[in-house]
């Protein structure tokens, strides 16, 4: 929580740095660790966490400010968790996401992360406002509590990182979170982040009136 709102606050004064130090991030081993790390979380609502790893395994590194991937990861889990069922199953897929055009320069190989719950699943219309600071989805469990910024820094984070973040429908119902991260040097992450930050310079941080509290 207290990471959370350091972050938000940083977003809301403007102080993303897209020249900050990275570090290199092995997604598939940081995965595993930081799902291990959540599980005694997740067992308080009798939840299990799995990880699967698509083949080949993505074996590259991304480039991420230190604490950045975990921040994200975590948010993710503890989003899924709260709001699905008790005693649901929790998926975290790993696979290498093609190549996609970074910053509208050249395509760049990437990795992405879901996060696959089996709760109510979040409609279509309001995909994009979950993204915003105090939304919540009209399925949403009432009295799962949490600070309503959780997936505001998770797309704050992403952004930052060149990358991009949205959620679809589960194959089997639920929510589908999924991440993709640019795998490049971290001069070349630094590059394309200050190019998105760019293109989104104007785009408001305030809530929209009309829409319940967070998802997270």
Partial sequence: LVENVLRFARGVRGRNDASARRDPVHVARETAEIVAEFEPLAAGRRAQVIVEFAEPTPTADVYMRPGAFRQVLLNLLDNAVKYGPVGQTVTVRVEGGGRRAAGGGTAQASVRVAVIDQGPG???????????????????????????????????????????????????????????????????????????????????????????????
């Fill in 122 to 216: 979040v409609p279509l219309t309001e995909r994009d406002a979950i993204w915003r600071p105090f939304q919540r989805g009209t399925a949403a469990r009432d009295g799962a509590g949490g600070s309503g910024i959780g997936l505001t820094v998770v797309k704050e984070i992403v952004d930052e990182h060149a990358g991009r973040a949205w959620v679809e429908d589960a194959d089997a119902g639920g929510a589908t979170f999924v991440v993709e991260l640019p795998v490049h040097g971290p001069a070349e992450t630094a590059a394309a982040a200050t190019r998105a930050a760019g293109d989104e310079a104007a785009a408001p941080l305030l809530p929209r009136t009309g829409h319940r509290a967070s998802r997270t």
